[in-house]
C-alpha cells in the first residue's frame, strides 16, 4: 500500500470531510481535520479571500499543508445573493431557502449558479495553488429531494430535470461545484506534492 499524502482540510465540518475523501479516495491523497481551535474569521468580500483566510489558519494551527474551500449559491436576479453569505442568509436551512424563494417570486429569471473556490497553501500559508469549480443551474419554484443539504433541493442543475437533492451521493460527487474544482486541485497535487 503507497502511502498517502496527508492534507489538512480546513473545516470543523466532518460531513465536508467525509465528503471530500469519498471524492478522492482512489488518488493518493487522504484529508485530516486541522484538530485544535479551528475558528477563522471569514471576512473576506470573496470567494477567494475567505478560502484563503480558512486555509491559512488551518496551515498555522497544524503546521502542515492545507486545503480550503468557500463556496455559495450565486443567483443572477440577486446580483449575486446569496453569494459568500449563503451560509449566513438566514439562521436555519429551511429559512435560507425560504428567504430565497420569496425573493424570486416575481422573477422569471432563476438562472443560479453555485461557486467553490480552492485554496492550498504549504505549511507556512503560502499560497500553493489555488481553483474555481462552477455548477449551472435554475432555482425552482419549490423543494424536492432530501440528499444533500444547504440550497441542494432548489437547485436544478443544467442538463437535468432533478434538483441537487434528488440526485445520488454518486452523481453529484462527478458534477458538482466542489467535485469540479477538487478534481483540478487533486491533479495539482499529485503532479506538484
Known amino acids: 500500500m503507497e502511502n498517502k499524502i496527508k492534507i489538512v482540510l480546513a473545516t470543523g465540518n466532518p460531513h465536508k470531510l467525509q465528503e471530500i475523501n469519498e471524492i478522492t479516495k482512489d488518488s493518493?491523497?487522504?484529508f485530516i481535520l486541522p484538530g485544535g481551535d479551528f475558528?477563522?474569521?471569514?471576512?473576506?468580500?470573496?470567494?477567494e479571500q475567505n478560502s484563503l483566510i480558512k486555509a491559512q489558519e488551518a496551515s498555522r494551527i497544524s503546521n502542515m499543508i492545507s486545503l480550503a474551500d468557500d463556496s455559495g449559491l450565486c443567483v443572477d436576479a440577486l446580483n449575486g445573493?446569496?453569494?459568500?453569505?449563503?451560509a449566513r442568509y438566514d439562521t436555519t436551512p429551511q429559512r435560507r431557502i425560504d428567504k430565497l424563494l420569496?425573493?424570486?417570486?416575481?422573477?422569471?429569471n432563476r438562472k443560479a449558479k453555485f461557486v467553490c473556490v480552492m485554496t492550498l497553501t504549504d505549511k507556512d500559508g503560502n499560497v500553493l495553488n489555488q481553483e474555481i469549480g462552477e455548477c449551472h443551474g435554475q432555482i425552482a419554484t419549490e423543494?424536492?429531494?432530501t440528499n444533500g443539504f444547504g440550497y441542494d433541493p432548489v437547485f436544478l442543475v443544467d442538463g437535468y430535470d432533478i434538483t441537487m437533492a434528488q440526485m445520488s451521493e454518486d452523481l453529484k460527487n462527478t458534477i458538482s461545484h466542489r467535485a469540479n474544482a477538487l478534481s483540478?486541485?487533486?491533479k495539482y497535487i499529485k503532479e506538484n506534492l
Open 184 to 186: 483540478k486541485m487533486v
Open 81 to 86: 445573493e446569496p453569494g459568500i453569505h449563503s
Open 143 to 145: 423543494q424536492y429531494g
Open 28 to 30: 493518493g491523497i487522504e
Open 39 to 47: 475558528n477563522p474569521i471569514e471576512n473576506g468580500q470573496t470567494f
Open 102 to 108: 420569496k425573493k424570486l417570486a416575481d422573477t422569471d
